[in-house]
């Protein structure tokens, strides 16, 4: 199978879209995704892009995706955050998902980035062996914290 992965354009983000809410479903939130495909186009491709999203494409069908942007730590310097790694499930366990995380790899490798983090659901064994098998380091004393639009609101009425 011929696995062709390429940077995203605007004209991929209605199938990049249909990969996020796939994975919402995958992950039992689907009503969570409010992102759009206008929000995608906009805070990736204009002028000053959030994010660089690689698509993962069998056939001329984009099977794939891994969406990742710079972050800065106080540790380390430059960083990328992979937000999502995303496989149609009919295309699972057939080398989609590898191929794309070598590009992410690749990439960081050539922006000389000191590390690369993103976050695994503690129920995905089969991810969490998968980036561990590479040499990634799953941190089990980390818990992940995060603000949601209301508990902003909220905070900030009490200042």
């Known amino acids: 199978m011929n696995i ?8 991929d983000m209605p199938q ?3 990969l996020i809410k796939e994975l919402a479903v995958f992950e039992n939130s689907l009503i969570e995704v409010e992102v759009t495909e206008e929000i ?7 002028e000053d892009p959030l994010f660089t ?7 001329k069908e984009i099977v794939g995706m ?8 106080t540790w380390k310097g430059r960083v990328i955050h992979m937000e999502d790694l995303i496989v149609k499930e009919k295309m699972r366990n057939m080398g989609v998902g ?5 590009k992410v790899i690749a990439y960081a490798y050539e922006k000389k980035v000191k590390r690369i983090e993103w976050a695994v659901l503690d129920w995905n064994e089969g991810a969490i062996r998968f980036y561990e098998n590479s040499g990634a380091k799953v941190m089990k004393n980390w818990y992940i914290t995060q603000m949601e639009e209301s508990g902003i609101k909220n905070y900030i009425a009490t200042l």
């Open 98 to 102: 590898k191929a794309l995380y070598s």
């Open 66 to 73: 891994a969406l990742i942007y710079y972050r800065f730590s």
């Open 4 to 11: 062709l992965v390429r940077e995203s354009s605007p004209k």
């Open 16 to 18: 990049v879209l249909d």
């Open 40 to 46: 995608l186009i906009q805070d990736g491709f204009g």
């Open 53 to 59: 999203c690689f698509i993962a494409e069998v056939n």
